[in-house]
């Protein structure tokens, strides 16, 4: 059974950092993804890695988001600088097997001041 359990949210300022977690157990995909979801609006992709270390990001967070992986910890990381107040969501990590996709339950990333 696969498991994915994400952490690192908090609360902080416009222009702070965070770096969110993501550590697999149980079988282990190539492609492994974050994704998020604000208040009111749809569950959006924010960035993937594959196993061999290609990234794919989405344009609101060229530049700002970096998504790394340590496979020998089964953990994927999303280091988040600049954070904005737009950037402000629930964050889910997920994969895919061959026939179902895994999420994670979710961190939250709160930017205010």
């Known amino acids: 059974q696969v498991q994915l359990v994400e952490s690192g949210g908090g609360l902080v300022q416009p222009g702070g950092s965070l770096r969110l977690s993501c550590a697999a157990t149980?079988?282990?995909?190539?492609?492994y993804a974050w994704y998020r979801q604000a208040p009111g609006k749809q569950r959006e992709f924010v960035a993937h890695?594959?196993?061999?270390?290609?990234?794919v990001y989405t344009d609101f967070v060229k530049g700002r988001f970096t998504i790394s992986r340590d496979n020998a910890k089964n953990t994927v990381y999303l280091q988040m600088n600049s954070l904005k107040p737009e950037d402000t969501a629930v964050y889910y990590c997920?994969?895919?097997?061959?026939?179902?996709?895994?999420w994670g339950q979710g961190t939250q990333v709160t930017v205010s001041s």
């Open positions: 149980g079988s282990i995909f190539s492609i």
């Open positions: 997920r994969t895919s097997g061959p026939t179902n996709d895994y």
């Open positions: 890695i594959t196993r061999v270390g290609s990234t």
